[in-house]
């Protein structure tokens, strides 16, 4: 969740919803002092990775609505935001998003893995579809995890 709160930053600062990418970076970096400039290009990068920014030609622009975001005013975005999530966490993001208990999630996916003996990122991705949460872009990376753990 923090990350979508630290990509809708720039935009609502500048009451748009499309950037160019140093604008993005500097609104990070020099007016929000949160990140580095490039730690600020790196958090594009997981963001666009994970489909929460988009690159439209030499801009930026989120995959959601920021407006329905509100930053609390003392929001800083903790250091591990700059590290990869696995598909696992991603699918727990979506679901927690969704008003879903997180403990309820996990205890959720944990019985559909040992129930169909599958990775606990396939039974995130069945579980979610079962809680009618859309996370088809993350199906592929669930299925690329089990193929590279075998």
Known sequence: MSLRLAVAAPFKQHGTDQLRENEFVVALSLDRDWFSPDQAQRLIDIATGEGV??????????TFD???VTIPEEFVPENDLLQERSVFERVLDALVAEGLQKHEAV????T?????????EAAAVVYARQEGIDV???????????TEER
Do not use: C, K, M
């Open 136 to 146: 088809d872009q993350l199906a592929p990376l669930a299925r690329t995890a089990v």
């Open 112 to 120: 559909l893995q040992q129930e169909y003996a599958i990775s606990i």
């Open 107 to 110: 205890g959720a996916i944990n």
């Open 66 to 68: 920021t407006g329905e």
């Open 53 to 62: 920014l988009e690159r439209v030609g030499p801009d930026l622009r989120p």
